[in-house]
């Protein structure tokens, strides 16, 4: 079951803030954050377990609701290299990632 | 090697061609999976290998697409009778057991004309 984004895409100017949203209709065993820029691969961010934990990562952080089976992603003071495609996926063996949601930033 | 690597980085293939992709995963990684992406779209799942055995196939587009790994290393993913729905880039990643930190390849880009 194909994990669902929100939002599809974001514009910021450089600093502000943003929240990007991943929910599942099944239940989340773990949620797998990935950020991919133009023309390159895919890059690992974080991974979150069940627990409720929230993890960090510089100004980038996210957090885990197993019982709503949500993740969010927060970047905090944004800055031009945050620009790129966000994927959350989610699967306790396979990892099946949402559409992603777009972010630019502007200077 | 130090990272995943997949060859060959671009493809161009008749339409009706079979085309042969090759992934090779960071030694030591047990989980391996490819994904499709076309342009501007997400990462479509194809299918993953836990060693060299495939326990869901079912992300495969259709019965011209299919994949084999030897043990826990190479992997090929074979599409016969390409056609120009096939474009699109074939991305590899792998990691250890599965749900742990995935890394991918550069991708295969692969056109069909």
């Known amino acids: 079951q194909q994990p669902v984004q929100s939002p599809q895409a974001v514009i910021l100017r450089e600093g502000e803030d943003a929240v990007i949203n991943c929910s599942s209709s099944?239940?989340?065993?773990?949620v797998h954050w990935y950020r991919q820029k133009h023309g390159e691969a895919p890059v690992f961010l974080m991974i979150?377990?069940?627990?409720?934990e929230q993890k960090g990562h510089d100004k980038i952080s996210a957090s885990f609701n197993e019982k709503k089976q949500q993740s969010s992603l927060y970047l905090t003071a944004s800055q031009l290299s945050y620009s790129g495609t966000y994927f959350c996926?989610?699967?306790?063996?396979?990892?099946?990632f949402g559409k992603g949601t777009r972010l630019h930033i502007l200077p | 090697g130090a990272g995943v690597s997949q060859s060959p980085s671009n493809k161009v293939t008749e339409k009706g061609k079979d085309v042969e992709l090759r992934c090779d995963p960071i030694?030591?990684?047990?989980?391996l999976y490819w994904y499709r992406q076309r342009l501007g779209q997400g990462l479509e799942f194809l299918i993953y290998?836990?060693?060299?055995?495939?326990?869901?196939k079912s992300g495969l587009p259709s019965d011209r697409f299919s994949a084999e790994r030897t043990g826990e290393s190479v992997s090929t993913l074979t599409i016969q009778r390409t056609q120009q729905e096939d474009s699109a880039v074939y991305l590899c990643?792998?990691?250890?057991?599965?749900?742990?930190?995935?890394?991918f390849g550069q991708g295969t880009r692969l056109t069909v004309v």
């Open positions: 990643a792998s990691s250890f057991p599965m749900g742990t930190e995935a890394f």
């Open positions: 099944k239940a989340l065993y773990s």
């Open positions: 290998f836990q060693g060299n055995s495939a326990p869901d």
């Open positions: 979150l377990l069940k627990g409720g």
């Open positions: 030694s030591g990684h047990t989980a």
């Open positions: 996926g989610t699967g306790d063996d396979k990892i099946i």
